[in-house]
Every structure is written in C-alpha cells, then in structure tokens.
C-alpha cells in the first residue's frame, strides 16, 4: 500500500499511540526556525564559503553556551552568537565589519520554516498550548518571533537568559514547567539538535526529536520517544492532555 507523502516524514512514531499533551514547548534555533538562513541570504557573497561559515558558526555557537555554563561565566545569546562568528570568520579568511553585522542582522530575523505556521495554527486549534523554550535572548526570540509572524501562535518565549545558565542545564527544562504550571510529563518538548533531545528525555519531558537533517542519535543516557523529518506530522501525534 503507498504511503502518504506525511507518513515519510515519521521516522519512528511514539509506541501506544498519540502522546498526551498539556503543551508542546519548542526549541526556537533548528527547530522553528532555520539556522543556515542568514548565510543563505548573503550567498552571492559568500559563495562556495556559504556553507562551511554557517556550519561552523553553529557549532561554535553551541560549543561556546556549553562551555561558558561549566566555566561559570555566563553571556546571553547574542553575544555568544557574536563569538562564535567572529570565530568563523576569522578561521575561514572571511573579512570585513560589514560583512559582519549584515550577518548578525539576519540572524536576528531568520526565516522559520515553511511548516510551522500551520503546525502551531494546527495545535492551537485543538486547543494544544505552545511556546518555545530557547538558549535565545528575549530580544532575540521577540525579533524572530515577530519576523515570522508568530506572535498570536505562541503563548510564551521562554529564554535561558532569566537563569544565566544554557541548555541542557536541568534549570532550563524546569522553567518551562514553572511557568506553564505543567509537570514535565504533560509536556511534549520538540527540538531538532540531539544534545537537547537527550537534555529534555532525561529531565522527565516528553520528547519527539525534529531530525530535520538525518543526523546519528547521540550516544547519550536519554532519548526521544519519537522522531520526525519536519514537524509537519506533530498535529497527528499528539492529542489535548486531560
């Protein structure tokens, strides 16, 4: 029997059915929203360092919240994201303060993915919450939030920046349950980065992971329950908490 074009996108669907949900908390950078979209933009410019700035952006992006939080020395978001292209930059022979800031300019309004509008408006329409939980400053989440005209989609931006502390900090995850008032198993964490799949699954979440990239799982203590290429099918696979 063919399989219908959503039923490829799930790699592996919860057992015993759809997952109760009292939320679905999102992770905002590759999960809504589209990480490699601001070096996308200015390809004409980057040309064939495209691709190997925004990978290396990323991972000393993330490299830098992990290591700033077992260092204690704590800096939001923005600035790590500053670093870690300056890092890029200057590794890659890329110059140029312009250059530069219409890089961070961009990050600051990356394009979401062309599924999550109708997958928020989806849940919200069988009356699932949803909300993000980022690494992102306020003001960061608040501008690619509005950029993507997702205000009236989500009930809360919940940032790191409030704890001073980055993901996969336990901290992190218990702050979306203090603020939704639901206990960890009533909500449904999505994310596409492994680390924070395994981060959330060990805190006591619900986890399905957006492996948007058919990435290796990570060998780690937790991990999700399902996984999806997009999240197109979420809506089907998850049902109001009672």
Request: charged residues 20%.
């Amino acid at each position: 029997m063919p399989q219908s074009p959503t039923a490829d996108l799930v790699v592996r669907a919860p057992a015993g059915g759809a997952i109760p949900a009292g939320a679905c908390v999102f992770d905002a950078y590759g999960t809504l929203f589209d990480v490699s979209a601001a070096a996308r933009h200015l390809h004409d410019r980057l040309g064939e360092q495209m691709a190997p700035l925004s990978d290396l952006w990323r991972r000393k992006q993330l490299e830098y919240t992990w290591l700033r939080s077992l260092m204690g020395r704590y800096a939001d978001f923005w600035q790590v994201t500053g670093e870690a292209l300056r890092f890029s930059m200057d590794s890659l022979g890329l110059e140029g303060d312009d250059l530069y800031a219409a890089l961070m300019d961009l990050y600051r309004r990356l394009d979401a993915f062309a599924e999550v509008p109708g997958v928020l408006q989806a849940l919200n329409d069988r009356g699932i919450r949803c909300a993000i939980l980022s690494n992102g400053s306020p003001a960061m989440l608040q501008s690619a939030v509005h950029n993507a005209r997702l205000e009236n989609l989500l009930e809360v931006a919940l940032s790191v920046d409030e704890l001073a502390i980055y993901k996969p900090d336990p901290r992190v995850y218990q702050l979306a349950c203090d603020r939704l008032d639901l206990a960890p198993e009533k909500i449904v964490f999505l994310s596409s980065n492994a680390w924070d799949v395994a981060g959330a699954a060990s805190f006591g979440f619900r986890v399905v992971w957006i492996n948007r990239y058919a990435q290796a799982a990570e060998r780690l203590p937790a991990g999700p329950e399902g996984e999806l290429r997009t999240l197109s099918p979420l809506p089907d696979l998850v049902t109001p908490a009672p």
